[in-house]
């Protein structure tokens, strides 16, 4: 008789699909203030039990509990709060833009507005960081225009970018905002080289790589952690797990055995997962792993556990691969409210301020997008079809001369 | 003037570099302290300093990604991929990120690097160390591809491309490194030693980008080749008899295409001549070119000379490789077309 085990392939499946109840029973969570802070000084070998608790600040009353609560400034945490905001106010209008014909393409980042927002505002103005297409936070919470930002999704004639990009994928050098791809992954190595680059400068910037928990499969990442951790590069390295890749869940990318943090141990670089849902504890981890590379230190890991409320863009229908109302289980709540109850809790703010300030917010992206539809949405306006063929060479060759000629401009 | 090697005059050029700008700095698999496998790179670590010229890890997507990641900061960085063979794990690398970076940011960024890489046959290094990938990188908008034949060229374009702030791909034709070959595998070996072309100044010196050399003028057919093919199609058109002209590309981009069009125009024949496999290979688009501009000056069709379309053979190298014999035998088919 044949004794051997038959083998079976294991293909991983979500807990739970359309029609289903929805449960997050399977992610770990443990409660505010539990996880410990060790000090920067620490060895990497001393903390590897950080990739598996979670660092975690805002508690269910929304007070700011344990090692990680950061000292700021409720003025600091306003500015946060109303640069999330505006994201989520932007980005709901700009993918009712899409749904009107006015532009080819939108993603937003609704429920995920701490980490790109928190990480904008605790870093240096000249850290750069490189971003995914779902941190523009990032952007607004250093005051990029938002109109500019609109002409960039509309490709019109004042298109930053010259109608050359699909829509959001920014470049904006002076906001410290590395260029964005399609590409997922493929930027996350020049965060470390720039990073690297400012090391052989003897400056004293950082940088900041973003990656998806879905990219991590990519070679990109693991190319980018060894060269962090070989030359001990100061870098942030975040992956920002919303638990979907499109409609992949995370255990594609292989949640259902480990944690995303932890990827870091094989490594020898200190790995943190944090509640990407808590501002203050964003805030906090990105200050313990920026003093670490700003003392060359090196590199840190950080999985911001987060939930990606809509769909991957406009392009899909979430309701098509998970429960409709899995958003509203998700347990780490929404970044925004939570924010918001602990500045009330302090006594520096109010629903009655919140609602003032939501409907500024609104006008104030309602007056971009007036001005960005004046010159024109996609197709209305566009860039000279001279931008066609600028920016392929510093100097063009003439292939490109003769072709813009044989084109007739 | 000194006499040196294609691999003397290739680490002079970096010398160069290195003395010359404190934001050029070297960087792949085993390039420190051992100078490099073809010791291109054989004591800069120690002239310079470690961090001027230092081991990467076995990731040539991660060499190359660094390296956009230090242009972007304003370095630039010179790295080396150890044989072109095995740059292709850094192909998206190279294709989505360094050529485009530029045009998708409206000039925001830019990826001022230069990717060093041994290449071609004739060393006996089977399919795995003996490719000629050129085509595949001319054929993506925003990389710039060089070439070199001799010393002299080789530390003048390689300096030339280490002050460019595009991408440059630089494919040092490996069978040249210590001496010029003309494809008669089975004859003595030569050396760089008395060669002209291997009188190279000590200091700095360009030679620019774009601009074809003429080897050998001739009034019947004019052969374009580069690298090592360059030495194959003098030896070539010797044999031959025929009064051919030969012109060495030397970068593919920008490609020379005054150059191109004033012999072909002038002889009226035209002969292709690469190392790479023959189908897709960047004969094609010369071939193309030549045609559009040339077609009424023309008096025969138009031949290429290339590796035959299979990989390259390990035991079959000399069969593979388009020698002498198969130019001569095109020049005589151009001539009696």
Same mark, same amino acid.
């Given at each position: 008789m044949d004794d051997r085990v038959e083998l079976s392939l294991h293909v991983p499946v979500p807990l739970t699909r359309p029609g289903d109840a929805p449960t997050f029973d399977h992610i770990d969570i443990p409660a505010a203030g539990a996880t410990r802070r060790p000090s920067v000084e620490s060895l990497e070998a001393d903390m590897r039990d950080l990739p598996y608790g979670m660092v975690r600040v805002l508690d269910d009353e929304g007070r700011a509990v344990g090692p990680w609560a950061p000292s700021i400034e409720p003025e600091a945490m306003r500015r946060g709060l109303r640069a999330m905001a505006q994201t989520r106010v932007f980005e709901d209008r700009m993918f009712r833009a899409h749904r009107q014909g006015k532009t080819s393409f939108f993603m937003k980042s609704t429920g995920e507005e701490a980490i790109g927002v928190a990480q904008s505002l605790t870093l240096a103005a000249d850290d750069m960081c490189f971003p995914t297409y779902r941190v523009q936070g990032w952007l607004i919470a250093r005051g990029y225009p938002v109109v500019d930002m609109i002409h960039q999704i509309y490709s019109n004639e004042k298109d930053p970018l010259k =109608?050359?990009?699909?829509?959001?994928l920014y470049s904006a050098r002076d906001y410290g905002f590395y260029s964005l791809s399609g590409?997922? =992954?493929?930027r996350f190595g020049h965060a470390v080289g720039w990073a690297m680059a400012s090391a052989y400068m003897k400056d004293h910037r950082i940088a900041l790589g973003y990656i998806g928990e879905g990219t991590t499969a990519e070679g990109d990442f693991h190319e980018a952690l060894t060269f962090a951790a070989v030359y001990r590069a100061p870098v942030i390295l975040a992956v920002t797990n919303n638990q979907w890749a499109i409609s992949s869940f995370s255990g594609i990318a292989g949640a259902e055995q480990t944690t995303f943090a932890a990827r870091a141990i094989g490594y020898g670089l200190p790995g943190l997962r944090v509640d990407g849902n808590d501002y203050l504890a964003v805030v906090a981890a990105t200050q313990w792993a920026a003093e670490r590379a700003r003392t060359n230190r090196g590199a840190t890991l950080i999985e911001f556990v987060t939930y990606r409320v809509a769909g991957h863009s406009t392009s899909d229908d979430p309701t098509k691969y998970r429960p409709s109302d899995e958003p509203v289980h998700w347990p780490l709540g929404d970044p925004i409210e939570r924010l918001k109850q602990h500045l009330i809790a302090l006594g520096e703010w109010s629903e009655e301020r919140h609602a003032q300030m939501h409907a500024e917010l609104t006008e104030t992206v309602r007056a971009a997008q007036r001005e960005a539809d004046a010159v024109g949405a996609l197709g209305k306006s566009k860039p000279s079809a001279r931008e066609m063929f600028e920016g392929v060479f510093k100097e063009p060759d003439w292939r490109v001369i003769e072709q813009r000629r044989e084109f007739g401009i | 003037m000194t006499q040196m090697t294609m691999i003397q005059a290739l680490n002079s050029a970096l010398d160069v570099m290195l003395a010359d700008d404190p934001k050029t700095l070297i960087f792949g698999e085993d390039v420190g302290y051992f100078g490099g496998v073809f010791r291109v790179t054989d004591g800069l670590q120690a002239r310079h300093g470690l961090t001027r010229c230092f081991d990467a890890p076995i990731s040539e997507g991660g060499i190359i990604a660094t390296a956009i990641g230090m242009g972007a900061y304003g370095l630039r960085p010179i790295v080396e991929i150890q044989f072109a063979d095995y740059i292709l794990p850094a192909f998206d690398q190279l294709v989505s990120e360094a050529a485009r970076l530029r045009y998708r940011s409206n000039g925001e960024f830019w990826a001022p690097i230069t990717v060093r890489s041994p290449y071609g046959g004739g060393i006996f290094g089977g399919q795995t160390h003996s490719q000629s990938p050129e085509a595949i990188f001319a054929h993506i908008t925003g990389l710039k591809t060089v070439i070199p034949s001799n010393p002299y060229d080789a530390k003048g374009l390689l300096i030339a491309s280490a002050l460019e702030d595009d991408p440059v791909i630089f494919l040092e034709p490996k069978r040249l490194y210590n001496g010029p070959f003309d494809g008669h595998h089975d004859r003595q070996l030569r050396t760089w030693a008395g060669h002209p072309s291997a009188d190279v100044p000590e200091g700095l010196y360009t030679v620019p980008l774009g601009k074809a050399a003429t080897v050998r003028e001739g009034a019947d057919v004019t052969l374009l080749a580069y690298g090592t093919m360059v030495h194959v199609g003098l030896a070539a058109i010797e044999e031959s008899g025929i009064d051919a002209e030969l012109i060495d590309?030397?970068?593919?981009?920008?490609?020379d295409i005054d150059a191109i069009v004033a012999s072909v125009t002038k002889t009226g024949r035209c002969v292709i001549l690469h190392e790479a496999s023959r189908f897709g290979g960047f004969g094609g688009e010369l071939s193309a070119l030549v045609q559009e501009r040339c077609f009424y000056h023309l008096k025969s069709p138009i031949e290429r000379v290339a590796g035959w379309d299979t990989p390259y053979p390990h035991a079959f190298e000399w069969d593979y490789f388009p020698g002498p014999a198969r130019v001569v035998a095109a020049l005589r088919r151009t001539m009696e077309a």
């Open positions: =109608g050359r990009q699909l829509p959001i590409n997922v =992954g493929s | 590309l030397r970068s593919i981009v920008p490609l």
